[in-house]
């Protein structure tokens, strides 16, 4: 008889960095089974903190006191500019939505007004960084005290312990939010420089994370009978910022329960500080604008921005404000605030009386309604997707922080009377999506469709290119006249498509373009030309190939010949002067990036003239030609 397999104990951290809340779990498992006993949140965050499951998405980047406050989380001194929602601003994707950062940015910065800056003794009241790095510097304090969790195990432990990350996003995230979290979170850290051993960084999404706990517990706490085999249930992940849902089937209960989801996981931005955007437009068309700029020092009101900040009077008074927003009810009373000082004997008409405002119960229905009835449709659109697999539904899930809403579960409640189902909140939801991820980093082997393995680019890899001159962006000695087009053209500009440390997925190839790529030749002349490729292992990476050239690797050269294309294929142009017409071919260099491997295809609107195959590895780069 063969001895059982020995199983080497592991550790599984877990991260849910939220658009208002961060929480962190870590597990120590020996095999590839989670129980949920077994799985312990972080709850000591530090000084000033308190003991909590977990801890505010702030930071602050405002001076400490004597008291020497942490300055993040919920430890902020009193005149402190508190950083907030910059979570959402990872996933700004239309360029609608970039200008308002843009605009909203000059407005926080009084529209570079002489007077502000020259008071401000050329300091800004919030940080100049990007989102990123916003982020990267807050996850840098949430890492500190996940090293103060796992200090058990030490230095030398924590060399050799195998060690995999599970980081959770939205289900309707794209790769720009996806590659700037994993790199924030590698900085921060996250990384194999901290746990030489680290076998994978996993990334799940947050509703299927919320789903896998979320069923357990409840099986655990109801009964066998609570879930039964092949039917299916609906969870609603209802967070800050974003609100994800999900449907799964019970694929079997025993020996193991096993769940599998049966739709696309559904999501939109209208979480609860939504509501909070909707109090803060309202407070200013109350007092006006003037009065609100000397309450809210950040005066981005309607709007996410990528400096969404809030002062020591906005703090304040949110902190009111969000203990009636999670009582508040239908047919709840007329609710009155106390505005902090120096507004407490403020009197504007009637609309406030003493310092004090009052919203009615129709004014704060309005902020709640449209956020109640995007959820409500997110959740109907995945009932409908189950009930035409003909599968039994009886249960609706609710967790994340909204789900404490009163009046949210009644909203969700009335919807799904109709249709015979059942609202359930567990007590836990507010930890279900951490908790969850570290059921996936646990049984990552059985979990495979659900998890995505994050790597990064070992390089950059980028093209050099011929560009319209700019005074302004180019160099004198890069200006080159072109001979057919007599356009002024800046040479040699370094383009990278992709850049070292990007994210590359296992289950989502990482696809980039560049172009147009023109290539002008006369009736007579050749039609053959060359597009080298060049790698850099540096972290900064260069932009004019006549500085930077020895320090690049040429790692390939695509060869194109156009000769067996028809010249009206191409775009016919006139010369300058006596030279004779031209022919101008816009070509795109498309770069598919997946782990280990490059494809690259060079393209004539749909036509591929030329591909190759570069191996993206610490080793010498190695190439396949076609």
């Not at 609100?243 to 996981?265: C, G, H, M, N, R």
């Amino acid at each position: 008889m063969e001895a059982p397999e020995v199983q080497q104990q592991r550790l599984v951290v877990a991260i849910d960095y939220g658009t208002t809340y961060t929480g962190v779990a870590i597990a120590t498992p020996t095999g590839n089974r989670a129980y949920l006993e077994e799985i312990d949140v972080v709850e000591d965050w530090g000084p000033g903190m308190g003991n909590s499951k977990k801890i505010p998405s702030v930071i602050s980047y405002s001076l400490k006191t004597q008291r020497n406050e942490q300055q993040w989380g919920a430890d902020l001194s009193p005149q402190a500019i508190a950083m907030v929602h910059t979570k959402l601003q990872l996933d700004v994707v239309e360029a609608a939505a970039e200008l308002d950062l843009v605009l909203q940015s000059l407005d926080g910065m009084y529209n570079l007004d002489f007077g502000y800056i020259k008071s401000r003794e050329g300091k800004p009241k919030y940080t100049c960084k990007g989102p990123e790095e916003i982020v990267e510097d807050y996850l840098t304090h949430v890492f500190t005290y996940l090293l103060q969790a796992v200090s058990a195990f030490t230095t030398e432990l924590r060399r050799e312990i195998p060690v995999d990350i599970v980081a959770t996003i939205p289900a309707e995230w794209g790769y720009r939010a996806k590659n700037s979290t994993f790199r924030a979170l590698v900085e921060a850290g996250f990384s194999r420089d901290t746990f030489p051993n680290l076998r994978e960084m996993l990334l799940v999404s947050e509703p299927e994370a919320a789903a896998i706990y979320t069923a357990r517990y409840l099986k655990e706490a109801n009964g066998g009978n609570f879930l039964r085999q092949g039917e299916c249930f609906v969870l609603c992940d209802a967070g800050g910022g974003t609100v994800d849902v999900v449907s799964y089937k019970v694929k079997q209960l025993e020996p193991t329960f096993e769940i599998e989801p049966v739709t696309l996981a559904t999501g939109e931005k209208c979480g609860s500080i939504f509501i909070n955007l909707a109090f803060k437009t309202w407070l200013r068309k109350l007092i006006g604008p003037r009065l609100y700029q000397e309450l809210d020092q950040a005066q981005l009101v309607d709007k996410i921005s990528s400096h969404d900040a809030e002062g020591e009077r906005m703090r304040a008074l949110m902190k009111k404000f969000n203990v009636y927003k999670r009582k508040f009810e239908k047919g709840h009373r007329d609710i009155k605030i106390d505005l902090p000082e120096p507004f407490e004997n403020l009197d504007l008409d009637t609309r406030v009386v003493g310092g004090q405002i009052t919203i009615t119960c129709d004014e704060m229905e309005s902020f709640f309604e449209p956020r109640a009835t995007a959820i409500v449709n997110l959740i109907q659109g995945q009932v409908e997707q189950v009930q035409r697999l003909r599968t039994k539904l009886r249960n609706v899930f609710l967790v994340g922080g909204f789900a404490e809403s009163k009046y949210l579960q009644s909203s969700i409640n009335e919807s799904l009377q109709m249709r015979g189902l059942e609202l359930r909140i567990p007590d836990t939801s507010w930890t279900a999506v951490v908790q969850g991820a570290a059921i996936f980093g646990i049984e990552k082997s059985t979990n495979t469709a659900s998890l995505s393995v994050m790597t990064a680019c070992d390089r950059s890899y980028g093209i050099a290119m011929f560009v319209p001159f700019s005074e302004v962006e180019h160099h004198e000695k890069d200006y080159f006249l072109d001979p057919l087009t007599k356009t002024a053209m800046a040479k040699e500009q370094l383009k990278w498509l992709i850049k070292k440390g990007d994210l590359i997925l296992s289950d989502e190839p990482k696809e980039v373009r560049a172009g147009p790529i023109d290539f002008n030749f006369t009736e007579n002349s050749s039609r053959r030309g060359t597009i080298p490729i060049y790698s850099y292992d540096g972290k900064d990476t260069p932009d004019r190939l006549a500085i930077y050239e020895s320090d690049l690797t040429r790692c390939h050269v695509i060869h194109y010949d156009l000769k067996d294309i028809p010249t009206q294929e191409f775009r016919r142009c006139k010369a300058v002067g006596n030279n004779p017409p031209f022919y101008v071919a816009s070509l795109t260099l498309i770069m598919r990036v997946a782990p280990g491997s490059i494809h690259v295809a060079l393209c004539l609107d749909q036509r591929i003239v030329a591909t190759a195959v570069i191996s993206d590895t610490p080793a010498e780069t190695a190439v396949q030609e076609s």
